[in-house]
Each structure stands twice: as structure tokens, then as C-alpha cells.
């Protein structure tokens, strides 16, 4: 039960932890949006501007992608890793946690049986009571560990779908940043030619 209880509270302070860190990440679709409007138009500074006074890791990214213009799809790239390393920071345990205590209730039951079989070879079958009781006692364990791991599961899941969310808009907002960027640099090409020939 003291490995149960040490998991529940590390599964408890991660998934607080995490709440907080997720509470403060806005999915900023409507904002990201604007920039490529923006950076569409060629007010590049203006979308800076959006940038410095939002925070969030699909800006963070765009915003890499923006001040790395000529290696645009590279440093978004890098961007995204370090942002969804950090979503995912403590998920792991989390996972482990969910695994490993049904296991540790499970050993903590057969662990009790034992125990209770031994009391029945030394006392007899004379007291059934003390027998049952055991078992009852040695039953818990399993009881609390597969209850650690279910509360421990919908935090969980909670996170990974918020992370698959964040990656899947960071890709969809990349994308589309990266061709407005290609776009800008065409007509700034294009414009670049009039000029010479005129």
C-alpha cells in the first residue's frame, strides 16, 4: 500500500502541475489567422507586434518561422520539438504510474494471500474468520491500485489529446506560414525584375 500511496501522490502533483501549464497554453487559431493575413499583405512588423504581446507555443513556432525566414520550415521544426517536449514533460510518469499500479495492487493481494494461507496451515480450518479477513485485507491493495490507475487515466488522456491539438494546429499554421512566406518572396522577386528591366 506504501508504493500505492507514493504513486497517487505523484500522480496527483503531476497531473496539478500539468492542469496549470495546460490552463495557460491558448490555442490561438483566430490570432494565428491574423498573422498570416498580415504577413500575406507584407506587414511583417505588425505581425511582430501580435507575436510579442501573445503567448503561446503555435505563436512561439510561427514566430520562429517568421524571424528565420530564409530557413523557415527548419526553425519551426525545431520550435515545435522543444514546445511539445515541454507539453510532454511528466506524461511519461504518468504513464508509468497507470501501468505500474494495478501491478503493485496485485502483488500487494497475492502478498496477503500468503499470508492469510499461512495463518489457515498454522491455525487450522477451525477459524474461518481469520482466513476471510485476510483475504478481504489483502483485496484492498488491488482495489487501490486499479482505482489510482483510473484516476490517474482521464488526466492523462486529457493532456495527450490538449498535445495532439497543439502539434496538429503548429503543422496546419506552419504550413500555411511557410507558403505565405514563399508567396511574399515571389512577388518581392517579381517586383525586384520590374525594376531592373524598367
Given at each position: ?46 505581425a511582430i507586434t501580435i507575436f510579442e504581446s501573445e503567448k503561446s507555443p503555435l505563436l512561439r513556432v510561427l514566430a520562429t ?24 514533460r511528466g506524461l511519461p510518469i504518468l504513464d508509468t504510474i497507470i501501468t505500474l499500479s494495478p501491478l503493485l495492487g496485485l ?73 505565405a512566406l514563399d508567396t511574399l518572396s515571389n512577388r518581392s522577386e517579381k517586383h525586384e525584375d520590374t525594376k531592373r528591366r524598367?
Open positions: 500500500m506504501l508504493p500505492l500511496a507514493l504513486c497517487s501522490i505523484v500522480a496527483v502533483a503531476i497531473s496539478i502541475e500539468r492542469f496549470l501549464i495546460f490552463k495557460s497554453v491558448k490555442t490561438s487559431k483566430r490570432i494565428a489567422d491574423n498573422v498570416i493575413v498580415l504577413i500575406n499583405k507584407g506587414q511583417n512588423k505588425e518561422g517568421i524571424a528565420n525566414r530564409h530557413h523557415c520550415a527548419k526553425g519551426m521544426e525545431g520550435a515545435a520539438i522543444a514546445e511539445i517536449a515541454f507539453m510532454k502483488l500487494g493481494t497475492i502478498i496477503g494471500m500468503i499470508s492469510s494461507f499461512q495463518v489457515m496451515s498454522v491455525a487450522g480450518m477451525g477459524q474461518p474468520h481469520a482466513v476471510t479477513g485476510g483475504i478481504a485485507e489483502a483485496l484492498i491493495a488491488t482495489a487501490t491500485g486499479i482505482i489510482v490507475a483510473v484516476v490517474t487515466l482521464i488526466p492523462y488522456n486529457y493532456f495527450l489529446a490538449r498535445i495532439e491539438g497543439e502539434t496538429a494546429a503548429m503543422e496546419y499554421y506552419g504550413t500555411r506560414l511557410e507558403m524598367a
